[in-house]
């Protein structure tokens, strides 16, 4: 079965740091650009980060540029979503997505083949 696993959510205050982690099972992410997406409540789901097939090109949201990285280690079937300096209006659940056709990745939801089930952030004091 294909899968993707989120995790490392969670409750943190404003300017602390969460490590999320997107895990494959069932088939290489080597294969695969790879996009993190966030939906708070009322809310559309948002692109927030993408990065390449080798890890080389990133791209970032301008609302989270400077303060998160996304990295991948494809030998762990991998991929991560440093997060630092977080603020309340970060807190939504947090998606990891393949995409098989675009080498580059996207912010484009309708882009991608696969999604996990999502994990909480919340940032709050």
């Known amino acids: 079965q294909l899968q993707l696993v989120e995790s490392g959510g969670g409750l943190v205050q404003p300017g602390g740091s969460l490590r999320l982690s997107c895990t494959a099972s069932g088939f290489s992410l080597d294969y695969y650009s790879i996009g993190w997406f966030r939906q708070a409540p009322g809310k559309e789901r948002e692109g927030v980060s993408c990065?390449?097939?080798?890890?080389?090109?990133?791209s970032y949201a301008e609302s989270v540029k400077g303060r998160f990285t996304i990295s991948r280690d494809n030998a762990k079937n991998t991929v991560y979503l440093q997060m630092n300096s977080l603020k309340p209006e970060d807190t939504a659940v947090y998606y990891c997505?393949?995409?098989?056709?675009?080498?580059?990745?996207?912010?484009?939801?309708?882009?991608?083949?696969?999604w996990g089930q999502g994990t909480q952030v919340t940032v709050s004091s």
């Open positions: 997505a393949a995409d098989r056709r675009n080498y580059y990745g996207s912010f484009q939801v309708y882009e991608y083949d696969y």
């Open positions: 990065i390449s097939r080798s890890g080389g090109t990133t």
